[in-house]
């Protein structure tokens, strides 16, 4: 082992230095990308990554003009971290005192300070020495040992914050209400964060250039996104996913010749669509056999319906076909579903209504006959009510049906003369209700008048028989204990109000 590996750095001898660092920086990007991506700020580290500029070259400046010293690096470290936090303090404070939104905050200020950057160094060309062509696009192939050892130092340095802090940045990225409520320092996460992406993103310059170690930090992470519901393991495929990208990209780049830099980001593209393809839960194909397989409710409904309907115990596929129509493998998946959820039961060849599914169907009979109720009071002609009432049946939510019964003044019939199934809902032993929701038989007793000319002939306690509607369904007719009939309108049935009782 130790004879091959001296065999390779002879042949090649950047290799080595390179695929070390590129690990590191692969590392280090990865796990910090899990954090921008879930915290929504890739473009905030874009951001990050242009500003940069400036604060290089104001290191690089401080160094060379004030103190005469052939130390940059650390200045430029600086220079640059305080770059970023300088770009994160305008972004916020425009943010605030501003109508403008975030994402156009951070698209002026980031061109602005990269901007100025490029104005620095062109004006002051003589003194600063910094190879632009490479801060952009990265030079892998003549690595440093110091930078080697200074992507090592950052590495070990992020890994530990996020070991450290890991709680803490876990709450401030899922739920910045709930930190803040207990004390964290949600401000101060934010800073650390972006001063931890600052340090990857310097050191990381020198590996892939200043706008490729973007991908780095974005495309690894977001690719583990598509794997994972939990952190932890995000956090590790990011890492491998970066490792990955880096290693195939980078021997591409040596078959190929070409820049090695663009070539590790361009296969963590590849490599992120394959997986937008083909991941099992979120990816384009998962998503695709979902909805062809996935029933519409509408369909699901109308066959509980078109069971009730058929006025059968149980009932085949190929009725149901008769009364529905439409294609047999959609028919069959449906009959499937509902049988999965309860709704309806085997029998035999056949199905048959559960309970369940009963009361299912009888709220939706009742909500089309509604409708079709409805629909012919505004003036739709009779040979549409039906169509028309099956498209608005599927709203069938107990309040949007309430109210529309209420309105309609709780009829008894369709249009089409078919009765309208009562509310078994809210119609229940010991339920409290409007004396205008009970039908013939319903008894109650009486526990609230809203009307105080309903005195003279209610009392509070009193136990009242509702009889057969008249005047085609307007007047309610209740029987006292004493015997006599009493006549009410819809208004003043409204104003009565009786706890249900079954004798």
């Not at 490029?118 to 030079?139: E, P």
């Not at 780095?216 to 952190?231: K, M, N, Q, S, V």
Request: net charge neutral; glycine share 8%; charged share 20%.
């Amino acid at each position: 082992m130790i004879d091959w590996l001296t065999e390779l750095q002879r042949s090649n001898p950047h290799l080595i230095k390179a695929l070390l660092v590129g690990t590191l920086v692969s590392t280090a990007c990865g796990v910090t990308g899990c954090w921008i991506i879930l915290r929504r700020m890739a473009f905030l580290a874009d951001a990050l990554a242009h500003a940069m500029l400036a604060g290089v070259v104001a290191g690089f400046l401080v160094m060379k003009l004030l103190f005469a010293s052939q130390s940059y690096a650390p200045a430029m470290l600086i220079g640059s971290v305080f770059a970023a936090l300088f770009t994160v303090v305008v972004v916020g404070w425009v943010s605030r005192v501003s109508r403008i939104k975030e994402d156009t905050v951070i698209g002026i200020t980031y061109t602005g300070v990269f901007a100025l950057g490029g104005v620095l160094l062109s004006f002051f060309s003589r003194h600063v020495h910094i190879d632009v062509v490479h801060f952009l696009t990265g030079q892998l192939l003549a690595v440093r040992m110091a930078d080697l050892w200074a992507m090592a130092f950052v590495t070990v340095f992020v890994l530990s914050v996020y070991i450290l802090f890991y709680r803490s940045l876990q709450l401030v990225a899922f739920d910045r209400v709930l930190a803040a409520s207990i004390g964290i320092p949600v401000l101060a996460f934010d800073y650390l964060l972006t001063a931890c992406t600052s340090f990857v993103v310097v050191s990381g310059v020198n590996v892939v250039g200043v706008i490729l170690v973007v991908g780095l930090l974005i495309i690894p992470a977001a690719t583990a996104y598509l794997l994972c519901d939990r952190l932890p393991r995000m956090l590790a495929l990011s890492a491998l996913f970066g490792w990955t990208s880096f290693i195939v990209g980078y021997l591409w780049a040596e078959a190929v010749n070409v820049a090695p830099g663009s070539a590790v980001v361009v296969t963590g593209a590849a490599q992120f669509f394959v997986v937008l393809l083909i991941a099992p839960r979120y990816g384009v194909l998962a998503d695709w056999l979902r909805r062809r397989r996935m029933i519409p409710q509408m369909l699901i409904e109308d066959v509980l319906r078109s069971v009730l309907k058929s006025r059968q115990d149980t009932i085949s596929l190929a009725q149901l076909v008769t009364l529905m129509g439409g294609s047999v493998d959609r028919l069959t998946q449906a009959v499937k579903q509902l049988i999965r959820e309860g709704l309806l039961v085997r029998d035999g060849e056949n199905v048959r209504l559960t309970d369940q599914g009963r009361d299912y169907a009888m709220r939706l009979q009742r909500a089309h006959r509604l409708w079709e109720t409805y629909l012919a009071s505004v003036g739709t002609p009779q040979r549409e009510l039906h169509d028309r009432a099956d498209a608005m049946e599927h709203v069938h939510d107990e309040q949007a049906v309430d109210y529309l019964d209420d309105r309609l003044g709780h009829p008894l019939h369709d249009p089409h003369g078919s009765e309208i199934p009562e509310d078994f809902v809210h119609l229940v032993p010991g339920a409290v209700v409007p004396l205008a929701m009970l039908r013939e038989g319903h008894r109650g007793e009486v526990v609230r008048l809203e009307n105080e000319s309903l005195e003279s002939d209610f009392a509070l306690g009193m136990l009242l028989t509702v009889k057969a509607r008249s005047r085609d369904g307007h007047q309610w007719n209740v029987e006292l204990p004493d015997g006599r009939v009493l006549g009410l309108s819809h208004q003043e049935a409204d104003r009565v109000w009786v706890k249900l009782r079954v004798e």
